[in-house]
Nanobody, 125 residues
Framework: QLQFVESGGGLVQPGGSLRLSCAAS????????IGWFRQAPGKEREGVSC????????DYVDAVKGRFTISRDNAANTVYLQMNGLKPEDTAVYYC??????????????????WGQGTQVTVSS
């Protein structure tokens, strides 16, 4: 059974940092691109970052460039999202998702076929 488990969310003050983890089971991550998405209350789910199957190519949306870093450890079957300089507008439930292909092709939701349950990130003083 394919499964993602996200962890690492929590409450942090503006300017703080969190590291999210996305651990996969039931399949090997290294054949697929993996994306991170987020959904704030009352808003649509949006893409945040993506990493290709080998970790050699990454992509970030403008809102998080220079603050977030995506990485992967295929041996551990885990993808990470290091979030620095957090802002209140980063508050959302964060999801990881398995892409259908090796490479990142943007953030259209249907380009991803398995999703984790999400982890809450709250940035507030």
């Amino acid at each position: 059974q394919l499964q993602f488990v996200e962890s690492g969310g929590g409450l942090v003050q503006p300017g703080g940092s969190l590291r999210l983890s996305c651990a996969a089971s039931g399949f090997t991550l290294d054949d697929y691109a993996i994306g991170w998405f987020r959904q704030a209350p009352g808003k649509e789910r949006e893409g945040v970052s993506c990493i290709n199957y080998s970790g050699t190519t990454t992509d970030y949306v403008d809102a998080v460039k220079g603050r977030f870093t995506i990485s992967r450890d295929n041996a551990a079957n885990t993808v990470y999202l290091q979030m620095n300089g957090l802002k209140p507008e980063d508050t959302a439930v964060y999801y990881c998702a398995k892409g259908r292909r090796y490479f990142c092709y943007g953030y259209v939701l249907t380009s991803y076929d398995y999703w984790g349950q999400g982890t809450q990130v709250t940035v507030s003083s």
